[in-house]
Nanobody, 124 residues
Framework: QVALVESGGGLVQAGDSLRLSCAAS????????MAWFRQAIGKERNIVAA????????YYADSVKGRFTLFRDNAKNTVYLQMNSLKPEDTAVYYC?????????????????WGQGTQVTVSS
């Protein structure tokens, strides 16, 4: 069992940066691939970025490549999403997700555990 708690969301202006954190409970964090998804009002929950259990491989959605960076600290049971050059279209609730195993997946249906979400709002 893994409990995930996101933090770091907020209201920013276009061009600003935010860093989201996802803290996981339990001693087996390093055995989980992790991901961030986001869901805007009236839209589906889609993947933003994902990372393997050891941090050696990452995936980014085309819409965030070059602006967002995903990394993890297994000693702290935490995964981070650094978001730079934010745009109004990045506005959404951001969810952290965990999947047991080494490899990330892009479908939300493949993830086993979810956080409660953190709101990110980017004004123009």
């Amino acid at each position: 069992q893994v409990a995930l708690v996101e933090s770091g969301g907020g209201l920013v202006q276009a061009g600003d940066s935010l860093r989201l954190s996802c803290a996981a409970s339990g001693r087996t964090f390093s055995t989980y691939a992790m991901a961030w998804f986001r869901q805007a009002i009236g839209k589906e929950r889609n993947i933003v970025a994902a990372i393997t259990w050891d941090g050696s491989n990452t995936y980014y959605a085309d819409s965030v490549k070059g602006r967002f960076t995903l990394f993890r600290d297994n000693a702290k049971n935490t995964v981070y999403l650094q978001m730079n050059s934010l745009k109004p279209e990045d506005t959404a609730v951001y969810y952290c997700a965990a999947k047991y195993g080494s490899t990330w997946y892009v479908s939300r249906y493949d993830y086993d555990y979810w956080g409660q979400g953190t709101q990110v709002t980017v004004s123009s």
